[in-house]
Every structure is written in C-alpha cells, then in structure tokens.
C-alpha cells in the first residue's frame, strides 16, 4: 500500500542532484562536512584531498552505502569491490589513475557522442565543478554503484500491509 510518509527507495539520479547541488564553493565548513560524513575517523580539520570523499558524502546523503566509510589509502571503490564498467551510468564514479587520483561522479551519459558528464569535487580553488564533453575513454576505469544501490533498496523498509 501506498505509504506517503515512507520515503521512495534511493536512486542513481538522486545521489547526482544532491552532488550537482554543491556546484560552486562549498566553503571549508562544507568540505569538512564531506570529510566528516564520509571518513567517520578522519583524524583532524586539515582538509585533505577530497574529491572521493565528495562521491561518497553524496551516495550517503542519497542514502545510498550509508554504512560505506573512506579507507586512507584505499578509497571506497575498490574497497567495496564495485565492479568496473564501460557502460557508466549517472551516480557512477569515474577514476582517474594518472596523472594524479582523481574521482568524479557520472552526471550523463552520451553515447552516441562518446561523452559524458561529471561532478568533480576538489577542483581549482576548492569548488565543485560540473564538467561536459569528458571523452568516455579518458577515465582510467568506471566503477559502478549498482552493488551499493541494490544494497539500499533491500535495506528499504518493507511496505506496509494493507488494512482491509
């Protein structure tokens, strides 16, 4: 039955609004935020480098891998076993090996134009940026969410019975 007080289950498009929101400056007390929400024992108020930690504070405001914290070293994707994929979708993260680590979240897909878009925390001068036109072939790989969305949804609350 129809609940309108249950929240919907998360989904891909609503970890890309809640990244797309934060476009622009955040601020150090955001990006502390970031830090906090996604590496539970950061060790201090120094912000690090935080593009992945950007990815993972919007999955968990999406309510997606809320339980998923930020290894020092080790990121979260690899550490979750997300499988690697050719075919991103929004709310994926794109990686970037070379020349630094770098982490984006997938915003769209043009595969007809062999494209996509991104939103990249930890960019010039501490902003959120949303880019367009990335080739598809730039990122070193693409891991995707799925396994960390499935997971939400069977985490979701069961529907309440009905009352007749």
Not at 48 to 73: D, M, P, Q, S
Not at 133 to 157: M, N, Q, R
Request: overall charge negative; proline content about 11%.
């Amino acid at each position: 039955m129809f609940n309108p007080d249950r929240p919907p289950p998360p989904t891909r498009h609503t970890a890309t609004r809640i990244a797309a929101q934060e476009v622009g400056s955040p601020g150090h007390l955001r990006i502390m935020e970031y830090h906090r929400s996604a590496w539970p024992g950061y060790p201090g108020d120094k912000e690090k480098e935080w593009c992945g930690l950007f990815c993972l504070w919007a999955l968990h405001e999406a309510g997606i891998a809320t339980k998923v914290a930020w290894r020092n070293g080790g990121g979260f994707c690899e550490e979750q076993r997300l499988p690697r994929d050719k075919t991103p979708e929004p709310g994926d993260i794109a990686y970037y090996a070379a020349p630094f680590h770098h982490h984006a979240m997938v915003y769209a897909v043009d595969y007809d134009a062999g494209t996509f878009e991104s939103i990249d925390g930890n960019q010039a001068n501490d902003t959120v940026q949303h880019k367009t036109g990335i080739p598809l072939t730039k990122p070193t790989c693409f891991y995707s969410i799925e396994p960390l969305v499935k997971a939400a949804a069977d985490t979701d609350p069961a529907p309440e019975p009905d009352d007749e």
